[in-house]
């Protein structure tokens, strides 16, 4: 959770046990305010789409917490909201966030989530994808560290796609750190069935929107946040894919928490569907 002016920013599985929940909420509220007896308004992320019983379960945790008020927004909302689209009006605007585990895919307009999609595909993927490619052609063992690492020293961009970029990583037979060179080709082909991937939950979620939204995102285009937004030539691979402009946040990674901070810094003029 980091600290604002009016209030908490926190992001947490809400599938895990209420008590757990609820001293995570405790300690995070602890540390913003430095006082036991703190009672801030608290702006959470939850999953699109989430249930009422699901809202209802994560709002009487907060309460249990001492939380003065509860401001639950959809985790798409949030994030478009970071990465500065103008998702109050009603032009169409697609989001594709993509997390360790997960790439949550939204359409929204009017302030509110139209469509949303979730593939099962994300960052951790592409890092084992990696590693796999490197034990297979090197016999090196690449932690989760290192396989982040590749793709950064990728560069700017996949081309020129014969290029190379070192890789280090532990010889199983001599236990020792090896240094291999690993083309950048190969990194190109061994991530498409996740760029692919994300590329049809992307038209999938476009099919599943009124025909004039569809034509706002084609005119307007996709953002990429996340960590896996950070893949190098990722953006230009789904644009080729999907056929629209296809841009990286300035800031993706961090996007979830700027959107929750501005919405605390904007409460509450976003509408009544989203405190409860």
Known sequence: MDAVRHGGIAQWPVHQGGELVSRMIKHFVRKVHGHPFARPRLVMALPDGASPILRAALRDLAYEADARRVFLVEHSFAVALGAGLPITEPAGRMIVDIGPRLTR?????????????TIHTGGDAVNAAIA????????LLLGEAEAEAVKLRAGPSWKPLDRHVIVRGLDPDSRHERVAWL??????????????A????????????????SAD????????TGGGALLRGLARRLRAAMGIPVRRADRPVEALALGLGRYVDRLNPLGPRHPV
């Open 132 to 139: 796999a490619l490197v034990a297979r052609e090197h016999n």
């Open 105 to 117: 895919i939204a359409i929204l307009a009017c302030g509110a989530v139209v469509a949303a999609r």
């Open 198 to 213: 994300i590329a049809r939950g992307a038209a999938a979620t476009l099919e599943h929107c009124p025909a004039e939204l």
């Open 183 to 196: 083309p950048v080709q190969q990194l190109y082909e061994v991530t498409r069935a996740q760029a692919d």
């Open 217 to 224: 995102v084609a005119a307007h285009g996709a953002v990429l």
